[in-house]
């Protein structure tokens, strides 16, 4: 149990698309996070850390005013509500890839509208009114920003000329007939804390200790471990082949012999390419194992 209530850190979950995202990160992180049905405050295995379901678009607004020490959501939603958070670090996951989602401003494949000056006068539909705000503003135009409730794509042409909306991969504009104009904003999640609770010591090494191991466990991710034992006089050989993160670690068998054990990291995309050029070159006991954290 922590020292005194003090030692408490409060800890927002952004509830809804990255939610299951978020958990899976901090289960391979070390922390094993369990929602409840219809309850707002998933259990953790962590008893100096208390959680709170919160949308992504809240998140920074409750963090800021201190009911979050901590929180995850995306950057494109610190500059809609212009929450002042410190960012600790960018995650770059989504709800479906590892790339960074986009707020792009869409219309209709007939629509006469090709830029952002197009627009004067115009109806727009979106759920980011302040980032589409600031888009008009920086360009000089003036239009009507209509906030969108959801099912923001449906909305052109009867309900809106053009729309700003979220996309990770286009499949859903293109489907609903929609063509891209101009790309607003690209966002990756961020953990971000409270200002005065990042000063305090004790949150601060709680933070930046999840921030470490999130890290550690999105970097893992695409890599893996490989484990061999080579011949000294084709050592220089198998050294040549590993596209290793750093030097490779070399160490002696337990016989003394003329053999050691050669583990390296390397990126999981290569090991169908590498282990092959590695029998060949005389590596036997090739082992590829996974990696939960790789801590750099």
Not at 51 to 75: F, P, S
Not at 181 to 201: C, F, G, K, M
Not at 260 to 267: A, E, G, K, R
Request: charged share 25%; glycine share 6%.
């Amino acid at each position: 149990m922590p020292d005194n209530l003090h030692d408490i850190l409060q800890l927002g979950i952004p509830a809804g698309s990255l939610q299951e995202a978020t958990a899976e990160l901090f289960r391979r992180a070390g922390y094993r996070i369990t929602f409840r049905p219809r309850n707002y405050f998933p259990a953790i295995d962590d008893d100096q850390i208390e959680c709170m379901l919160i949308r992504a678009q809240e998140m920074a607004r409750y963090v800021e005013n201190g009911v979050l020490d901590v929180g995850l959501t995306g950057h494109d939603w610190i500059i809609e509500t212009k929450a002042d958070v410190h960012e600790v670090t960018e995650l770059i996951f989504s709800k479906t890839s590892r790339r960074p989602v986009r707020w792009v401003l869409c219309v209709p494949n007939d629509s006469p509208i090709q830029t952002a000056q197009d627009l004067a006068g115009k109806r727009i539909a979106t759920e980011a009114v302040g980032l589409t705000r600031q888009y008009l503003e920086k360009h000089g135009v003036e239009a009507k920003v209509e906030f969108s409730w959801g099912a923001t794509e449906v909305k052109p042409p009867k309900l809106a000329d053009a729309i700003v909306e979220v996309t990770e991969t286009g499949g859903s504009l293109r489907a609903n007939n929609l063509r891209i104009v101009d790309e607003l904003l690209q966002s990756t999640p961020r953990l971000i804390a409270n200002r005065q609770a990042y000063q305090d010591p004790w949150k601060k090494q709680k933070i930046d200790d999840i921030a470490l191991m999130l890290r550690g466990a999105m970097a893992a991710e695409s890599k893996a471990g490989l484990m061999m034992n080579v011949h000294r006089e084709i050592l220089p050989k198998i050294l040549a082949i590993l596209p290793a993160m750093q030097k490779p670690t070399v160490s002696s068998l337990a016989d003394g012999g003329d053999w050691v054990d050669v583990i390296t990291v390397i990126d999981e995309s290569v090991i169908r390419h590498i282990i092959p050029k590695l029998k060949a070159a005389g590596a036997r006991g090739i082992v590829e194992y996974p990696l939960n954290k790789v801590i750099e």
